[in-house]
């Protein structure tokens, strides 16, 4: 069974830096095979798509609202992906889920992705 870890949320300033990682429970071998992502939640809306990465090659998908802020990326010797965050806004604020699928196509919907982590609060003071 799969299992994902969050860790990094905190609060922070309006235009700071936060780092979030995920860690996978499985065979870094199983991860060739695999697209993660990040989601993320604020009250009163829907989860909405992030960022995703393909294990294999580090091809990599943004969503428009954070493209060119945020960065992702992996560390396959500690089975990690990681979400890099900068200039930081308000709107930022929202609970981050890590999510992966066992497939080689990067999806945007969050009803696609098997499994999922537990979330770390990420919030930004104006």
């Known amino acids: 069974q799969v299992q994902l870890v969050e860790s990094g949320g905190g609060l922070v300033q309006t235009g700071a830096s936060l780092s979030l990682s995920c860690a996978a429970s499985v065979r870094t071998s199983t991860l060739t095979n695999t697209i993660m992502a990040w989601f993320r939640q604020a009250p009163g809306k829907e989860r909405e798509f992030v960022a995703a990465?393909?294990?294999?090659?580090?091809?990599?998908r943004y969503a428009d609202s954070v493209k060119g802020r945020f960065t992702i990326s992996r560390d396959n010797a500690k089975k990690t992906v990681n979400l890099q965050m900068n200039s930081l806004k308000p709107e930022d604020t929202a609970v981050y889920y890590c999510?992966?699928?066992?497939?080689?196509?990067?999806?945007?919907?969050?009803?696609?992705?098997?499994?999922w982590g537990q979330g770390t609060q990420v919030t930004v003071s104006s």
């Open positions: 990465i393909r294990w294999s090659e580090t091809v990599t």
């Open positions: 999510a992966l699928d066992r497939r080689l196509w990067i999806s945007t919907m969050a009803t696609t992705y098997d499994y």
